[in-house]
């Protein structure tokens, strides 16, 4: 089935620093979504980006298909931001429901 | 707007015990799925339903049996705890299976003792 590789593994920012996270999976994908999971445990979903650049906010998501990565870009970092971001895609071509690396955690520090 | 409620929000339980932990959701929508998360492991797929009455079984359905009665609401079983189990399970719905985005639960956190 699919994998997906998350790197770094943890990331420490001083607020107002930029991070750049990354994702790699093992085959092509028609879905590619970031989550940020709160120290709390909720989901969240931020981006459902298969392909192409988009922006929400003060992040960005690269998604090159060919090359099977996604970047997620944080601009000028918070303390809410602080937590751990997740990259998932869809499980195979026939089977619906995602796979999901381990994640990033981020922390933001004053 | 809608949101996903589950409960219990935790559960503790006993080796051997059948545990059934619950899903609402209020988007109307068709796709429903359930996860679960281990420390050092990422979300895997329990189970997920394309419609009402429909199951169709994830990476890691062995030892859950799950139910969507209605719409809005998709049941999940735990048939025989483990022992010592520890355990996040996640919640998710979205509009249709493919290309669509998914929205999660707060999660039911599992113990068994």
């Known amino acids: 089935g699919q994998q997906v590789q998350q790197s770094p593994a943890s990331l420490v920012l001083q607020e107002g620093e930029n991070a750049e996270l990354q994702c790699n999976f093992s085959?092509?994908?028609?879905?590619l979504q970031w989550f940020y999971q709160s120290p709390g445990g909720s989901l969240v979903s931020l981006l459902s980006n298969p392909s192409g650049t988009k922006h929400t906010g003060r992040l960005t998501s690269t998604t090159v298909t060919k090359e099977r990565r996604s970047s997620l870009h944080i601009s000028s970092s918070q303390t809410t931001d602080s937590g751990t971001y997740l990259c998932a895609i869809d499980r195979n071509n026939y089977a619906q429901g995602l796979t999901f690396g381990l994640g990033t955690r981020v922390s933001v520090f004053p | 707007g809608g949101i996903i409620t589950q409960t219990p929000k935790f559960l503790i339980g006993q080796e051997g015990q059948k545990l059934t932990l619950k899903c609402q959701q209020n988007?109307?929508?068709?796709?429903m799925y359930w996860y679960r998360q281990d420390s050092g492991k990422g979300l895997r797929l329990i189970y997920y339903?394309?419609?009402?009455?429909?199951?169709q079984k994830g990476d890691l359905s062995e030892g859950y049996d799950a139910s969507r009665e209605k719409k809005s609401s998709f049941s999940l079983t735990v048939t025989s705890a483990q022992k010592n189990e520890m355990a996040v399970f996640l919640c998710?719905?979205?509009?249709?299976?493919?290309?669509?985005?998914?929205?999660f639960g707060p999660g039911t956190r599992l113990l068994v003792l």
């Open positions: 085959s092509t994908a028609t879905q």
């Open positions: 339903s394309i419609t009402e009455n429909d199951l």
């Open positions: 998710a719905s979205s509009i249709e299976a493919d290309q669509d985005t998914q929205y």
């Open positions: 988007f109307n929508h068709d796709t």
